[in-house]
């Protein structure tokens, strides 16, 4: 059984109908002078399990399509969310994260936090990927540029080499997604000029890798996944008392960042891309109904025939394969003198690239802004949790 198959069967939550607090709540309403301050702390605890079942709701049926870049934006939006409420959580809980069994899921918390980042990094190299291709369609669509009255020889043989760069460095990139890769060193910085030029001059024609990588050549995405969900299952009720409750909100946390970082990896060009992940949380967390629905359909989508060998399920991509497959197979056809009709076919396969190209730009440098606010999030939220444990650690080897 994979590391992240979590049998309903074993979770505590599969065979009751309380909610996932109730058998905390129990025993604080028969423990005098704590009912007050246990009421509150089961409000804030039961209004994140909430929160983030809206959310996710949201997400999964929402006005985004599945995969786009809007989805994948709104996807760490939620995120972004969740962790920030996460965090007032263990703000106001912050004399329990030092006390077992508490300490040892909040310290294999910020271990999956940690394996996050090299999966953010990885999707950043993804998304400078995607506007290399996204280069060429430009000079495409300028080679094609509607407000010309004639599409001549020049204009044709400038879009085909364009066309052909953008197969090139896709083709690469498809190969390089299922193996492993050359090694970058950069995590959320600037490629060297100089080792851009080289690269440059090695691979003509524009299709080349300019980037310095930020994961190593034996890193794979597939991998990292299975870390960070690895040992991740349900709480069980006695931890769950014995957390205060604090057992739920992390394994929540845990789970969304889970699916989170999967997502990313289903959609961006990123290093030995593996969808094996298998999720299987008890639909009596609210927020599990939606991560199941949304990871059923991009499995779903991932076996398309048109999609198993992508670089990535994200939707752009797709459109980006099939206007460029389309355009080429036109102008390969093309002889002049240009038909009217044939002419008028090119223009029209070139107005939709020409959108696509349009909505990509600002899309990337905005998911690129979002993708870097998140890691920067992980490690400030990590910092945080660390401060905690050792600050109540002095404390009570002081007392």
Same mark, same amino acid.
Not at 1 to 24: K, N
Not at 69 to 84: A, D, G
């Given at each position: ?38 009421? #509150? ?5 039961? =209004?994140?399990? /909430?929160? $983030?079942?809206?959310? !996710?709701? %949201? &997400? *999964?049926? +929402? ?83 509607? #407000? ?5 020889? =020049?204009?044709? /043989?400038? $879009?085909?080499?364009? !066309?052909? %760069? &953008? *197969?090139? +460095? ?38 080349f890798r300019s980037l310095s990588w930020s994961v190593s050549r034996s890193w794979s995405a597939a991998r990292q996944l299975q870390a960070i969900g690895n040992n991740l299952s349900a ?11 604090l057992a739920v909100p992390v394994f929540t946390m845990s789970s969304v960042l889970l699916f989170v970082m999967w997502a990313l990896v289903a959609a961006i060009p990123c290093q030995d ?11 009596n967390f609210s927020w599990a109904a939606p991560i199941l629905s949304m990871h059923e359909r991009i499995i779903e989508e991932s076996k398309k025939r048109e999609r198993k060998n992508s ?89």
């Amino acid at each position: 059984m994979p590391a992240t198959d979590y049998q309903g069967s074993s979770s505590p939550f599969a065979s009751i109908g309380r909610s996932i607090l109730s058998i905390r709540r129990d025993q604080v309403h028969a423990m005098d002078g704590h009912h007050e301050h246990g009421s #509150s702390q089961e409000q804030e605890l039961d =209004g994140f399990q /909430r929160h $983030a079942a809206d959310l !996710l709701h %949201d &997400l *999964a049926g +929402g006005g985004e399509e599945l995969l786009s870049l809007p989805w994948i934006r709104k996807l760490l939006n939620v995120f972004v969310i969740c962790q920030e409420e996460f965090r007032v959580i263990l703000f106001n809980n912050r004399a329990c994260v030092s006390r077992a069994p508490v300490d040892r899921l909040i310290s294999e918390f910020f271990e999956r936090n940690v394996k996050a980042l090299d999966v953010c990094n990885a999707i950043r190299d993804g998304i400078e990927q995607v506007r290399q291709w996204h280069k060429h369609l430009e000079i495409v669509t300028v080679a094609l540029d509607p #407000s010309l009255r004639t599409i001549g020889e =020049g204009q044709l /043989r400038r $879009a085909k080499k364009a !066309l052909a %760069d &953008l *197969a090139v +460095g896709m083709l690469e990139e498809k190969d390089a997604t299922g193996s492993a890769l050359a090694h970058r060193n950069r995590s959320f910085g600037r490629s060297n000029h100089a080792s851009s030029s080289r690269d440059h001059h090695r691979h003509p024609g524009g299709h080349f890798r300019s980037l310095s990588w930020s994961v190593s050549r034996s890193w794979s995405a597939a991998r990292q996944l299975q870390a960070i969900g690895n040992n991740l299952s349900a709480p069980r009720g006695h931890e769950i008392v014995a957390s205060n409750g604090l057992a739920v909100p992390v394994f929540t946390m845990s789970s969304v960042l889970l699916f989170v970082m999967w997502a990313l990896v289903a959609a961006i060009p990123c290093q030995d891309r593996g969808l094996q992940t298998h999720f299987s949380f008890s639909r009596n967390f609210s927020w599990a109904a939606p991560i199941l629905s949304m990871h059923e359909r991009i499995i779903e989508e991932s076996k398309k025939r048109e999609r198993k060998n992508s670089n990535g399920l994200l939707k752009e991509i797709h459109q980006i394969e099939k206007c460029a497959r389309q355009l080429s197979e036109l102008i390969d056809a093309a002889h002049f003198p240009l038909p009217e009709n044939k002419e008028m076919e090119i223009r029209q396969v070139a107005q939709e690239l020409t959108q696509i190209v349009n909505t990509m730009r600002e899309e990337l440098d905005l998911l690129e802004r979002q993708v870097r606010e998140v890691f920067h999030r992980i490690i400030r939220s990590r910092t945080e949790g660390v401060a905690y444990t050792a600050s109540h650690f002095r404390l009570r080897r002081n007392e």
